[in-house]
């Protein structure tokens, strides 16, 4: 019997984002990115097990993908998938993302609401959350907090405006971040693309920053000119509910990302 072994792969690109589709007989695999979604922080560059992505500069943000990948090098393993927090990036095989799959690694991450706490049309968290992802919501008369999970990036915005200690949220990524306040010029680009508003300019300093809400993704230190923000990153949280072919090397890819 005559095996067919053709492979096929294809992009398509639709506004700032794409789509990168491998066919076999067996499987279709497709990458998508969405550049709404996406800040530059180049942690899926970091991970890339085969070194084929690399970034755009952060100035062309809204005109064209932060990112490149090397079609003819990239295997669709998944990883870059994997380790963005922010959801720009999904890798999907036979129609399921890979990172529904048990042997996938992930971030190792907490959220939880107690809505029997909350004020009567209380919505601190909601106008807190730099991404939009919840809701609060008013169901047979109790209060709901409805989070959308490809929004949410755990930054504890949302717990630390909550006036009733009512969301606990825990960061699946930690370090530090230095600022050199000889360099900065004040330009606010950092603050512009910070996806959770730690970066702030009062008026008694250059410069400040809430590590309590950072969390690490060094997207600052890529768009600053004068190389002024460094930041380290000291550990990543990582789960894998089961083990497969892949896990093992998933994992030590997140490792790359430290330091």
């Not at 990115?33 to 996406?38: E, P, T, V």
């Not at 200690?165 to 990524?173: F, G, N, R, T």
């Not at 690490?216 to 000291?234: D, G, L, Q, S």
């Amino acid at each position: 019997m005559e095996i067919d072994n053709r492979l096929t792969i294809s992009t398509k690109v639709e506004g700032n984002g794409f789509t990168i589709v491998r066919k076999t007989p067996i499987e279709e695999r497709r990458l998508v990115y969405n550049a709404d979604l996406c800040v530059g922080c180049g942690m899926c560059a970091e991970a890339c097990l085969s070194g084929c992505i690399e970034l755009n500069p952060p100035s062309v943000k809204g005109k064209a993908p932060l990112i490149v990948i090397d079609v003819e090098n990239c295997h669709l393993c998944g990883v870059c998938s994997e380790v963005c927090i922010f959801n720009a990036i999904d890798v999907v095989s036979n129609g399921r993302s890979i990172k529904e799959f048990d042997c996938t690694p992930r971030y190792s991450v907490v959220y939880d609401v107690d809505t029997s706490k909350c004020p009567e049309d209380c919505k601190s968290c909601e106008i807190a959350c730099p991404r939009g992802a919840l809701k609060c919501e008013t169901e047979d008369g109790k209060k709901l907090i409805v989070r959308n999970e490809k929004l949410c990036i755990y930054c504890t915005n949302c717990k630390l405006a909550c006036p009733e200690d009512a969301i606990l949220v825990e960061k699946p990524i930690s370090g530090e971040i230095e600022v050199d306040e000889g360099k900065c010029q004040v330009c606010g680009a950092c603050a512009d693309i910070c996806p959770t508003n730690a970066i702030s300019f009062p008026k008694d300093r250059k410069i400040e920053v809430n590590e309590e809400v950072c969390l690490f993704c060094k997207a600052c230190v890529k768009v600053c000119a004068v190389e002024a923000i460094r930041v380290r990153r000291k550990s990543i949280s990582v789960i894998s509910l089961a083990k497969g072919p892949w896990t093992k090397v998933h994992e030590e890819a997140f490792k790359r990302v430290i330091g």
